[in-house]
């Protein structure tokens, strides 16, 4: 059984910065992807970065520049650091990844969510 554990988030004042973690555990076999999701009340969820096992990131307009998302293989983690944040980037945030067993079958996973708010 694998797991993801999301950590970090909160309150922070517009400009302001904030960094999410997130760590799988459990039987591993292999991570294609991890990518960062967001999801405000009444609309749907939306992808914000990603990256791949071969370091390539990819990031939503919305973003770009303002946020970096990095991974580290050998802990299975992925991690967002969220810099000029705007209110408008108010949203719970979830982990994604995409695993592939020893089968060779592929199959998502997602965290639990953190809530990031931006206001003054």
């Known amino acids: 059984q694998v797991q993801l554990v999301e950590s970090g988030g909160g309150l922070v004042q517009p400009g302001g910065s904030l960094g999410l973690s997130c760590a799988a555990s459990?039987?591993?076999?292999?991570?294609?992807?991890m990518n960062w999701y967001r999801q405000v009340p009444g609309k749907e969820r939306e992808l914000v970065a990603s990256?791949?096992?071969?370091?390539?990131?990819n990031y939503a307009d919305f973003v770009k520049g303002r946020f970096t998302i990095s991974r580290d293989n050998a802990k299975n983690a992925v991690y967002l650091q969220m810099n000029q944040l705007k209110p408008e980037d108010t949203a719970v945030y979830y982990c994604?990844?995409?695993?592939?067993?020893?089968?060779?079958?592929?199959?998502?996973?997602w965290g639990q969510g953190t809530q990031v708010t931006v206001s003054s």
């Open positions: 994604n990844v995409l695993m592939q067993y020893a089968s060779g079958r592929l199959s998502p996973l």
């Open positions: 990256a791949t096992s071969d370091g390539t990131t």
């Open positions: 459990g039987s591993i076999f292999s991570i294609i992807t």
